[in-house]
Nanobody
Framework: VQLQASGGGLVQAGGSLRLSCAAS????????MGWYRQVPGKQRGFVAS???????NYVGSVKGRFTISRDNAKNTVYLQMNSLKPEDTGVYYC???????WGQGTLVTVSS
C-alpha cells in the first residue's frame, strides 16, 4: 500500500492550496479516505473525510473553506483549501482507515 501526498507549500493567509493523495495497492473505489493535520507538540487531528460513496465530513474549523473530493479513475483524493488561515499550518496526512495506512505527509505553511 502506498499513499503519496503532494501539493503542500507556503501560502499567505487568504490564499489557496490543493492537496492530492495518490493511492496504490488498495481497491481505492471501495475505500473511504481522510485527511488529518499535525502540528508540533500536538496529536494528529481529523480534518476531512470522504466515503466510498462520496459522502463528506469536516472538522468545524474548516467547514465552508475546505473541500474533499475523490477521482476513482485516478485513485486520488484531493483537499481543496481556500481562505487559508495561519492556524491551518501543519503537516497534512492522508489516511485510508479501512486498511489503517497513513501517507507520508505534506507540509502546509500559512503566513500571516
Amino acid at each position: 500500500v502506498q499513499l503519496q501526498a503532494s501539493g503542500g507549500g507556503l501560502v499567505q493567509a487568504g490564499g489557496s492550496l490543493r492537496l492530492s493523495c495518490a493511492a496504490s495497492g488498495i481497491s481505492f473505489s471501495n475505500n473511504g479516505m481522510g485527511w488529518y493535520r499535525q502540528v508540533p507538540g500536538k496529536q494528529r487531528g481529523f480534518v476531512a473525510s470522504i466515503t466510498s460513496g462520496g459522502s463528506t465530513n469536516y472538522v468545524g474549523s474548516v467547514k465552508g473553506r475546505f473541500t474533499i473530493s475523490r477521482d476513482n479513475a485516478k485513485n486520488t483524493v484531493y483537499l481543496q483549501m481556500n481562505s487559508l488561515k495561519p492556524e491551518d499550518t501543519g503537516v497534512y496526512y492522508c489516511y485510508a482507515p479501512r486498511v489503517g495506512f497513513w501517507g507520508q505527509g505534506t507540509l502546509v505553511t500559512v503566513s500571516s
